[in-house]
T-cell receptor, first 113, second 113 residues
Framework: AQSVTQLDSQVPVFEEAPVELRCNYS??????LFWYVQYPNQGLQLLLK??????LVKGINGFEAEFNKSQTSFHLRKPSVHISDTAEYFC???????????FGQGTILTVHP | NAGVTQTPKFQVLKTGQSMTLQCAQD?????MSWYRQDPGMGLRLIHY???????DQGEVPNGYNVSRSTTEDFPLRLLSAAPSQTSVYFC????????????FGSGTQLSVL
């Protein structure tokens, strides 16, 4: 079975500062990796996904993530955050060829003016 | 397109009552799933379906039943509600269960007294 650990439950930052949200995973097989965002009182939306190929993945709203197989990590980054990025972010993993998506515990990003 | 539609948005039950959470999608997605979201625990998979007539258990299936008689609908039934089932429930769908992004409904907030 696979598991996902998001290392920070809350990350406060100031507007225009860079941010990194950390995600580590555990799996005995190859995986697909995802980052989802949840704005208040809404469902989740896909930010980006890693399936194969380049380990640096670019997503929507200026976010990117880097897959590091040796460290089993998939950290999410943005060079300059906006107030509108305030939300909860979830890392998720599914084994290749198998459909059970496992989510991390979530990281609440709060951007202060 | 309406996307993924969940009803009701809010529900209060008494312990022991039964009810059905409705989920419908109009995107002809083969894969549908139910998650529950609890603070600090991320999203946990309850049940999922890879096509009409096919369902399987996720991480936390106890106390819940599902069926998939059509491609569009995937209702979640609570057989005898318990306070431990107080949660926010999300339905999600995708074209397939391997590598496609999930489309989420807006959620049902359920309280069991």
């Amino acid at each position: 079975a696979q598991s996902v650990t998001q290392l920070d439950s809350q990350v406060p930052v100031f507007e225009e500062a860079p941010v990194e949200l950390r995600c580590n995973y555990s799996s005995s097989v190859s995986v697909y990796l995802f980052w989802y965002v949840q704005y208040p009182n809404q469902g989740l939306q896909l930010l980006l996904k890693y399936l194969s190929g380049s380990t640096l993945v670019k997503g929507i709203n200026g976010f990117e993530a880097e897959f590091n197989k040796s460290q089993t990590s998939f950290h999410l980054r943005k060079p300059s955050v906006h107030i509108s990025d305030t939300a909860e972010y979830f890392c998720a993993v599914t084994p290749v060829g198998y459909g059970k998506l496992t989510f991390g515990q979530g990281t609440i990003l709060t951007v202060h003016p | 397109n309406a996307g993924v539609t969940q009803t009701p948005k809010f529900q209060v039950l008494k312990t022991g009552q039964s009810m059905t959470l409705q989920c419908a999608q109009d995107m002809n997605h083969e894969y549908m799933s139910w998650y529950r979201q609890d603070p600090g625990m991320g999203l946990r998979l309850i049940h999922y379906s890879v096509g009409a007539g096919i369902t399987d258990q996720g991480e936390v299936p106890n106390g819940y039943n599902v069926s998939r008689s059509t491609t569009e609908d995937f209702p979640l039934r609570l057989l005898s509600a318990a306070p431990s089932q107080t949660s926010v429930y999300f339905c999600a769908s995708s074209y397939s269960h391997f590598r496609e992004k999930l489309f989420f409904g807006s959620g049902t907030q359920l309280s069991v007294l």
